[in-house]
């Protein structure tokens, strides 16, 4: 993980999640922590030097440590937030 401070100057926590031979899913967390309600996720290509074997997954640190902080903000610009299932209800 890494930090990202967004321009309304919050700091978010940042991972790579989901890596696949080309693509990962990038997750910014919401600095409450108190719930998933405020992440926000984008999804990312991989420069093709990362990885040459399609069998093989990109390394998620490696990834992280390859974005660089305008990368990084261009990702949050475009980020959606993070959609959970409704809590399910039982009905009496």
């Known amino acids: 993980m890494r930090e990202f401070r967004s321009p309304d100057g919050l700091t978010w926590q940042v991972a790579v999640k989901l890596p696949s031979h ?29 990885t ?3 069998r093989e997954r990109l390394m998620a640190q490696a990834l992280l440590d390859a974005v660089d902080d305008r990368q990084l903000a261009a990702l949050f610009r475009r980020s959606m937030p993070v959609s959970r299932p409704p809590s399910v209800t039982r009905v009496s």
């Open 22 to 50: 080309s693509s990962a899913m990038v997750l910014f967390l919401h600095p409450d922590g108190r719930s998933s309600s405020g992440d926000r996720y984008a999804w990312i290509n991989a420069p093709a030097r990362m």
């Open 52 to 54: 040459t074997d399609p």
